[in-house]
């Protein structure tokens, strides 16, 4: 019988966290969705792993004798698929690197150039995520790093070499009334509805409408969206404000959305991250050194 890893997976972050909300999150996807994988794992097995009630996801004798074993076979996995992605890429001289919206900003063509450096008549092919998978395919294995704004949900699973850190600031529509301020303090901003990512983003999210400076104000949500052009588009149109980067200025101009400099909330940090327990491949190394360089 042949069972997919993902499902593999999805049970083994469940037996984890003994709660499917808090597995969801983990894995970004839905709860109704993550109960219909286990659902189709237990029918492929043909046994009930899970005993369900109000406190939680418990293993049952089946699930405890698969999450005795899955460990070691999810690591085997892991272990063949990074193998195969580092002979492709030596073959093709090609190293695929994920990063979400503009990446690390201007040093992002500067590490390129020092990889380069290091590994002539190599191209890095950059692939953009959107915000609902905060890790830009690493979970998935379709990269081998990534660039990425610090928090993500379950980052201690990687290597994090921070890059740079910038203040963050408010995007909103031109008329927007507030946009009349060069300056505003978050504080006055609690009752606005913001754009924000997919709520399975967690700790990602949070960030995003900064949950840390809203002393347990829930916040009000006008739209949730994934790629910097929706995203652009709901700020324009006046479905709420949003926290930015300070670089979002340069690299999301538009003449319709305002960007003002913002009190009260800390800045953002953006880290190429890599997964961790594994040693990274000679190109990887290369591209790591490249952006400690940078």
Not at 45 to 67: C, N, Q
Not at 114 to 137: H, K
Not at 215 to 224: E, M, S, W
Not at 265 to 292: K, M, N, Q
Request: charged letters at 25%.
């Amino acid at each position: 019988m042949d069972v997919d890893t993902r499902l593999l997976r999805y049970f083994q972050a469940v037996a984890e966290e003994g709660n499917l909300t808090r597995a969801a999150a983990r894995l970004y996807i839905s709860q109704p969705a993550l109960t219909k994988q286990i659902r189709q794992l237990e029918d492929q097995l043909g046994a009930v792993l899970f005993e369900r009630s109000k406190a939680g996801m418990a293993l049952t004798g089946p699930g405890a004798a698969l999450a005795e074993s899955i460990g070691a076979v999810l690591d085997a996995w892991g272990r063949a698929e990074r193998a195969v992605r580092a002979a492709e890429a030596e073959s093709s001289k090609v190293l695929r690197v994920g990063f979400l919206a503009s990446a690390a900003n201007e040093k992002t063509q500067e590490i390129i150039a020092a990889f380069r450096r290091r590994r002539p008549g190599w191209r890095v092919e950059l692939r953009q995520a959107g915000w609902g998978a905060p890790t830009a395919g690493l979970v998935a294995g379709e990269v081998e790093a990534s660039f990425l704004r610090l928090p993500f949900p379950n980052q201690e699973d990687f290597v994090l070499l921070e890059l740079l850190t910038e203040p963050r600031c408010i995007a909103m529509a031109a008329d927007h009334p507030l946009a009349g301020q060069e300056t505003l303090v978050f504080a006055d901003l609690l009752d606005e509805p913001f754009i924000a990512a997919p709520a399975a983003t967690g700790a990602f999210r949070d960030h995003w409408i900064g949950g840390e400076a809203r002393g347990g104000r829930p916040v009000k949500v006008g739209a949730v969206t994934e790629y910097p052009d929706d995203w652009l588009t709901a700020i324009a149109n006046g479905d709420g404000i949003a926290l930015a980067p300070a670089s979002a200025a340069r690299y999301y101009a538009r003449p319709d959305i305002a960007y003002r400099d913002v009190e009260g909330v800390a800045p953002s940090t953006v880290a190429l991250a890599w997964p961790r327990g594994a040693e990274p491949s000679p190109a990887l190394a290369d591209f790591i050194a490249a952006a400690r360089e940078a």
